[in-house]
């Protein structure tokens, strides 16, 4: 499967722990967007990379949220001292460049569900 | 105003019926436009691109209409397995970075009931 893959599929957590997730996007894909969803809700942007480098955050991602993609391959979303409110299913999307229109589809992972409890 | 709004349903109809939803969305500079199909408990997939002149995908049809602000998908013969929610998505597009902030609408519930 050369799809994007994310691990682990699911997280429960005690309130105020460290958790970390990982995605692995498409090989070709230069371009890597972490997603986070809450039920009946559609997907937020959080962060976005381009190669290495990680050239837009949003303000939903707070000082305890941090993302890395060293060497331009995987990726890695921490979030440090979780609170209730950040359960959610946390989505990693890979796109390539390009595209008509200047848009390239996003092509998701399946996903972390995590949980704070 | 939400960026993208979309009628949440659900939208109940029988198999073989057409279904239409309907997207408004804000940034009259958006550049391009998907539909993407959720499933219960799974990532979004891709369901289609809508292009300018509308394009058609086997029983799906997306168009868009810029003046409007206004995107459409019609499911003719409907199936049991199209039941799933429907994402429209905007995308706003950053040339100098490359970066696309997809902005998602909360989707529209089918079911498709026999």
């Known amino acids: 499967d050369t799809g994007v893959s994310q691990d682990p599929r699911h997280k429960i957590t005690k309130r105020g722990q460290n958790v970390t997730f990982r995605c692995d996007p498409i090989?070709?894909?230069?371009?890597l967007y972490w997603y986070r969803q809450t039920l009946g809700q559609g997907p937020e942007f959080l962060t976005y990379?381009?190669?290495?480098?990680?050239?837009?955050k949003s303000r939903l991602l707070s000082d305890r949220f941090s993302a890395e993609r060293p060497k331009g391959s995987f990726s890695t979303l921490e979030i440090q001292r979780t609170e209730q409110g950040d359960s959610a299913m946390y989505l990693c999307?890979?796109?390539?460049?390009?595209?008509?229109?200047?848009?390239?589809?996003?092509?998701f992972g399946n996903g972390t569900r995590l949980t704070v409890t | 105003r939400k960026e993208v709004e979309q009628d949440p349903g659900p939208f109940n109809v029988p198999e073989g019926a057409t279904v239409a939803f309907n997207c408004t969305y804000s940034n009259s500079a958006s550049q391009s436009f998907f539909w993407y199909r959720q499933d219960c408990r799974k990532e979004p997939k891709l369901l289609m691109s809508v292009y300018s002149s509308g394009n058609e995908d086997g029983r799906f049809t997306a168009q868009l209409n810029r003046a409007s602000q206004y995107i459409s998908l019609l499911i003719r013969d409907s199936k049991l397995s199209d039941s799933a929610t429907y994402l429209c998505v905007v995308n706003n597009l950053a040339p100098s970075t490359g970066f696309q902030k997809l902005v998602f609408g909360t989707g529209t519930r089918l079911l498709v009931s026999p």
């Open positions: 990379f381009q190669n290495e480098a990680q050239l837009e």
């Open positions: 999307a890979s796109s390539m460049t390009g595209g008509r229109g200047g848009g390239s589809p996003l092509h």
């Open positions: 090989s070709e894909h230069n371009r």
